[in-house]
Nanobody, 125 residues
Framework: QVQLVESGGGLVQAGGSLRRSCAIS????????MGWFRQAPGKEREFVAA????????YYADSGKGRFSISRDSAKNTVALQMNSLIHEDAAVYYC??????????????????WGRGGQLSVSS
């Protein structure tokens, strides 16, 4: 089993920045695709960003390109999402995800084995 514990998040003013982190613990693994999804009220869950544990390749949804940055700290086994220039449309519950069986970068929610509990990001005017 793998556990994902998220931190960071809350209320941010439009144009501001926020960083969410995810600590990954449990059984050891060498290869994984780590990432973030989000879900706004009344909307479907959507892909935000992903990063491969080996190699560090990244992929972003168009909505976050140029504003969001996903990174990892291999020593601490954490993955973070830095969000800049936040807009109202970014308000959602953000989930940390891990796919231990991936073979290539993808954005399919159903393929991610483990999900964090999620944390709310609110963006004020």
């Amino acid at each position: 089993q793998v556990q994902l514990v998220e931190s960071g998040g809350g209320l941010v003013q439009a144009g501001g920045s926020l960083r969410r982190s995810c600590a990954i613990s449990g059984r050891p693994f060498s290869s994984a695709l780590m990432g973030w999804f989000r879900q706004a009220p009344g909307k479907e869950r959507e892909f935000v960003a992903a990063l491969s544990k080996i190699g560090g390749a990244t992929y972003y949804a168009d909505s976050g390109k140029g504003r969001f940055s996903i990174s990892r700290d291999s020593a601490k086994n954490t993955v973070a999402l830095q969000m800049n220039s936040l807009i109202h449309e970014d308000a959602a519950v953000y989930y940390c995800v891990v796919d231990l069986n991936y073979q290539f970068l993808h954005t399919r929610a159903s393929a991610f084995d483990y999900w964090g509990r999620g944390g709310q990001l609110s963006v004020s005017s």
